[in-house]
């Protein structure tokens, strides 16, 4: 019997990457073993809990183990996954290339700026206005930006890397989807909105983001959810967090 894989997560978009993923391989026939999903509690800390900072040094989530080694970075994560069970999701000759810079792209760049964004507009209630204007304009310029470029992409095909859905989709679709939350306005970008559509119509990835939302709340959370999520979120953007003052 194959050794069950550890997903360690929370209903969140780096989380949501993977479970797609898992979604996605299961949907491709890919030969998976039994997963054990850990839902770690990001508004207690238990990101910052020794047993947790063993699997990542990072102390954020998702986290997959896989046969005793621990893959942090939802990007590498996406990666191992796709390398271990090939499907279309991601090439394994040259034209890898093509889709892997796209990845990069969403970890080093669109993840961080939407993520900034939806801090400084959902979890800072207690920070001024004007201190936090700038930073708001900034990330929201550059989320713009971002959009601009993925707007560009899609004009030309339905998915980032061409006709072929892949894990380059599945790393920026979570944070893109969740644009109201961020208030991100993607609806300036007509291609960008029509690739939320296309690939929420999936199957597999109404599955995935299914993982820790509560049920019926996949696409619309309940006012009890928003609270929760802002509780988490502002105690995760803490100065204080952040500098390991609790
Ligand atoms: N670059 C990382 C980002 C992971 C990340 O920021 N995860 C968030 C949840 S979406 C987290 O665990 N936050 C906990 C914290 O900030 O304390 C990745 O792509 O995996």
Redesign the pocket.
């Known amino acids: 019997m194959a050794i069950p894989m550890e997903f360690w997560t ?1 209903a ?4 949501w990457k993977v479970s797609i993923m898992l979604e996605e391989l299961k949907q491709a026939g890919a030969d998976l073993p039994a997963i054990e999903v850990h839902t770690v509690d ?1 508004l207690a800390g238990e ?1 910052f809990s020794d047993r947790f900072t063993a699997l990542n040094p990072n ?4 986290v997959l183990v896989d046969q005793g080694r621990n893959i ?4 590498a994560i996406l990666q191992y996954l796709a390398e271990k069970f090939p499907s279309p999701l991601l090439p394994l000759d040259e034209s890898r290339w093509d889709v892997l810079p796209w990845v990069y792209w969403q ?1 080093a760049n669109l ?1 961080p700026a939407f ?1 900034n964004k939806l801090s400084y507009t959902r979890y800072m209630e207690d920070v001024d206005a004007e201190l936090k204007a700038h930073p708001l304009e900034r990330f929201s310029n550059e989320a713009q930006r971002l959009l601009r470029i993925l707007n560009q992409r899609l004009g030309n095909a339905p998915f980032i890397c061409g006709e072929q859905f892949t894990i380059a989709d599945i790393a920026a679709w979570p944070w893109v989807r969740g644009w109201k939350w961020s208030k991100i306005n993607i609806t300036l970008h007509d291609s960008v909105m029509a690739w939320v559509d296309r690939v929420r119509a999936r199957p597999a990835v109404e599955r995935g983001i299914a993982y820790g939302a509560p049920p019926g709340e996949t696409d619309q959370w309940s006012e009890a959810t928003k609270a929760r999520y802002a509780r988490t979120g502002t105690s ?1 953007a803490s100065n204080d ?1 952040i500098a390991g003052k609790r």
């Open positions: 929370a969140t978009p780096n989380g990001l990101q102390q954020r989530i998702p942090f970075e939802s990007g970890v993840g993520g995760m967090t």
